[in-house]
């Protein structure tokens, strides 16, 4: 059999006998063979950092073991111990795709790509900042340079694309921990810098323990740099101690200029899941029944009477400024308790293709007056970037018929005998927005959320979380009025006085306090969370510039040999 090498020119036709054989080249193999051979070595160090996300998840509502979330940011910064930069961004994906799986699996209500899909694109930024963590490695003080790149990812996560996502930060993990009352002087971004901080700090101190350790075996020279080793190692930890222990240093003002009667109404839904809504009319029938109930009850002399009533998003299932008979309902019930009512509503408009989230002040005598529009739609699911590309790729988009048209101005709305700040929904996980609402004269904080889609999925006492921590961060009590839970009320100080039931009919009365005081976060505003983030960036270039610096003077000495 003759063997014909591969670049060599064919025979012609008619020469070339049955016997005769080609040789393919087996490159392609041979990189199977390394990607395999990569695989199995890089399988130990993914699947501990897989764990450390899990752990991470944990730390979490409806979980909330918070110091879990301490304990991942520390296994996270060991696993990339010694890493290159593409080893460091694999083992950052390996960490955050399993923890957004997990955090987001409430997602499945609506389809579980969406679950799968969205983890993903959020593990990415976590990508990014494990391979700049691997850069900043190189200096000293690496912990304090990790832990502002913590809240780098977390800006930019917070902010893009489509005005992004918060979930997931390391604040809201820790929404009644001791890195809580930061909060009060830094906003989120403070609280989650410290989480990574102690975290970073305590893998500095494993590290430095193990290194120690390993010097034993060195004789009685070892056993000096055993000692000397053991200083590092005892003090980042106590380091890690302080920063964790620091926020109950800070105070928490609770002290009231006045108080507010409110009665929430969750007035449950038909069914739960992605089509919540049932049948016209159902949800507000729902709320105006648990109203009219609550009159009744006040008539009796069963229940003192509130200054305002409070409904939840999407009380109303029909646009009351297009169908009198919702609007009629509405007017009954709230002339029926004879005080001003919260509703919230989809409005039509202001034009043919958008509707608007509002929650609308209607008064007993003179009926529907000031109202806000949610700032800050959520894409693909109250509307749908690119429209005409996207819904003839996914069929589903459809299911939006028409897009919400984004607010411009914030829900600071005066309610019966208070200025009030109206949230609705997700916004409460963006800090501008109620930031903004505090600052143009909120006396408290109302989010009217409806999460009927996602109840029984522990996404409802996920945003309650949020609402413990803005409660701290701007030292005002916040009021949640969810359609079938969690509806809460939250003291200036995060606990949680009252909360409802998921998925029950019920009105909770509460007497709140009104607060005027503006904490440190709300003057300093987003100045701390930028000037962390930018510290990041700047110990990368800084590590950069010097391991360059190393390099040309290593190789000017070689040339000089």
Sequence with gaps: MRLRPPNAPAAPTGDTTAAEVTVVPVVPARRRDRWRATARAAAPSSAVAAA????????????????????????????????????????????AFPFFLWLLVWLRSVIWLAVVGLSAIEALYVVLMAALMVVARKLPWWPL?????????????????????PWGRLAFANTGSPFTPLAALGGAPLVSFAVALSGTLLAAAGLAAHRAYRARAAGPRGRTRTVRGALPAAGALVLSAAVLLSGLLVPIHTNAVGHLKVAIVQGNVQQPGLHFLGRPMKILDNHVQATLKLAADIKAGKVAKPDIVLW??????????????????ITEAVQAVGVPVLVGALVDG???????????????VTGPGAHYTKQHPVPFG???????????????????PKDFYPGKSTGVMQIGPARLGDVICFEVAYDGIVRD??????????????????????QPDQQLAMSKLRAVEHGRAVVTAATSGISAVVEPDGTIEKRSKEFTQQVISADIPLRDEKTLADRVGAAPEWALAMVGLLSCAAATAIGR???????KGQNQQ
Excluded at 66 to 85: D, M, N, Q
Excluded at 148 to 164: A, H, K, N, S
Excluded at 350 to 364: F, K, L, T
Excluded at 438 to 458: D, E, F, K, L, W
Aim: glycine share 8%; aromatic share 12%.
């Design 145 to 165: 340079w990790a832990a502002c790149l913590w809240v780098t990812q977390e800006l930019v996560r917070d902010r893009l694309p489509f005005g992004g996502f």
């Design 382 to 400: 109250e509307y749908v970037p690119f429209r005409k590309e996207l819904t003839k790729v996914i069929p589903m988009l459809n299911e939006i």
């Design 312 to 329: 939840p998003e999407n009380s109303s299932d029909l646009d009351p400024f297009t169908y009198p008979q919702a609007y009629d309902k």
């Design 350 to 364: 202001p034009d043919a293709s958008h509707v608007q989230n509002e929650g609308i002040v209607w008064d007993p």
């Design 52 to 95: 450390f996300g899990l752990m991470m998840a944990a730390s979490f509502p409806p979980y909330g073991v918070w110091p879990l979330s301490v304990v991942a940011v520390a296994g996270l910064a060991l696993v990339l111990e010694g890493r290159t930069v593409r080893q460091g961004a694999w083992l950052g994906f390996a960490f």
């Design 437 to 458: 609402t505090v600052n143009s004269g909120a006396r408290a904080i109302v989010v009217q959320t409806n999460n009927a889609t996602y109840g029984r999925t522990g």
């Design 549 to 555: 610096m190393d390099r040309t003077r290593m190789a």
